[in-house]
């Protein structure tokens, strides 16, 4: 169930063990640690991937694929070694990217703390996971070490090239760079092909006072329509609306607008 699984696989290879053994990685958890923070649901509607040996069987891997889906999982079958990359891609790079980026502002912050005092949601987001477990991070740093190198290496170039866009007054290329990357953020909310598991939203103005959260899910359940979150955002730096709610699916998504909006709700959609 560890993140990184190349080292794993070199040993079980090694030992000759690949018809005894799959991989798995479940893509779900959080920054908090503990029994404390166990989770019933946890592994519910989550990618949990599935590394195969060369040796296992189609039987063998079915099995497993079985299993993961009696847990609620959306099993994604890859090679161990493409599991490693892309995980070190979008999961291990921006954790360093956060760690870095809190000790940074830690540095340089002054002495009454002004920084740390204004922090707005753009930090708070992007620091997130840096509130994550600092053991578990320096193993999978050691772990997954070649694929973590070479990623940052390449996010040092990528920053460096925006760093010059910027030194140069360059508008055109900052105006490209920043769409390019909207763009892409933007998809990440579009459903394809691969995915049973797209996360519909929505942002509400919600007045502040007792029982109106309350009121808005109890709405939507007299509906009938099946809430995946929901919560406040204590911070609308970049969103507009104070409560989101997150829906299954877009035909769930429509109707609670619909009924919102029945109600006055000022309701923004994504």
Known sequence: MGSTKTEIHEEVIRLDLEKNFIGGHPMTGS????????????????????????????????????????LGS???????????????????????????????????????ETMKTIAAG??????????????????????????????????????TRLRESIDHSEKQELLNYFQEAKEYRDSLFIPNKRSSTVCYEMFVDLVDEAGGIAIIASMLAFKGINIKNIGIINNREFEEGVLRIEFYTHEALDLAVVVLKEKNYKVYCR
Not at 47 to 65: A, D, V
Not at 87 to 97: D, E, F, G, V, Y
Not at 132 to 158: F, G, H, R, T
């Open 31 to 70: 920054e908090k640690t503990g029994i404390e923070n166990a989770d019933e649901y946890l592994l519910e509607n989550a990618y949990y991937i599935i590394t195969p040996t060369e040796k296992n069987t189609e039987e063998q891997i079915e099995g497993f694929r079985s299993f993961v889906k009696s």
């Open 74 to 112: 959306i099993p994604l079958v890859l090679d161990y070694k493409k599991h490693d990359y892309a995980t070190a891609s979008i999961s291990h790079l921006p954790h360093m990217i956060s760690y870095a980026l809190t000790n940074l502002v830690r540095n340089i912050d002054d002495q009454d």
């Open 122 to 159: 753009g930090f708070r987001d992007m620091t997130r996971i840096a509130a994550s477990s600092p053991v578990m991070w320096q193993s999978i740093c050691l772990s997954n070490k070649e694929q973590l190198v070479s990623l940052m290496d390449q996010y040092i170039d990528e920053i």
